[in-house]
């Protein structure tokens, strides 16, 4: 296995771990600290990043084979996906549930912040590996 495969399976553990210990903390503070601000529907945003985390690193560690020329174009082009693509939820969730929309946008937003952090971290390990001329 080479770095490349090590580093994208580190992605996809992080992705799961973060998820699973903020989703919790999270749930548990608003649930039992705060009741009256947490909502039905907030389980669905850890596993919304989840699912676009997993995707998006699939789709750039696919792609870094391909065209590793092109990485940085892809990455950002990703992260505009996933800007539009967030916001888009946040949308339909108003259109269609519309229960506590201000806090449900919050809480997105804050889980799009971490994990804007967790992307860039692992972005900027990826390029470290292609510049050493590690081997893909």
């Known amino acids: 296995m080479n770095a490349v495969q090590r580093l994208r399976k580190r992605a996809i553990v992080l992705i ?11 749930g548990c503070v608003l649930h039992y600290g705060f009741p009256d601000y947490y909502f039905a529907w907030y389980p669905s945003i850890p596993v919304y990043f989840t699912v676009l985390g997993i995707v998006m690193s699939s789709i750039m560690f696919r ?6 020329e092109k990485i940085v174009h892809i990455y950002m082009t ?16 108003d259109w269609i ?6 806090l ?3 809480t997105t937003i804050g889980f799009y912040f971490l994990y804007l952090f967790i992307e860039t971290y692992f972005f900027y390990r990826f390029e470290k590996l ?6 893909r």
């Not at 799961?16 to 999270?26: D, F, P, S």
């Not at 792609?63 to 590793?68: L, N």
């Open 63 to 68: 792609h870094s084979k391909d065209r590793p």
């Open 97 to 102: 549930i519309g229960e506590r929309k201000l």
């Open 78 to 93: 990703m992260r505009a996906v996933k800007l539009l693509v967030t916001i888009g939820s946040i949308l339909l969730y």
């Open 130 to 135: 292609v510049n050493k001329g590690i081997d």
């Open 104 to 106: 449900f946008g919050i």
């Open 16 to 26: 799961l771990a973060t998820n699973l210990l903020v989703g919790a903390i999270v």
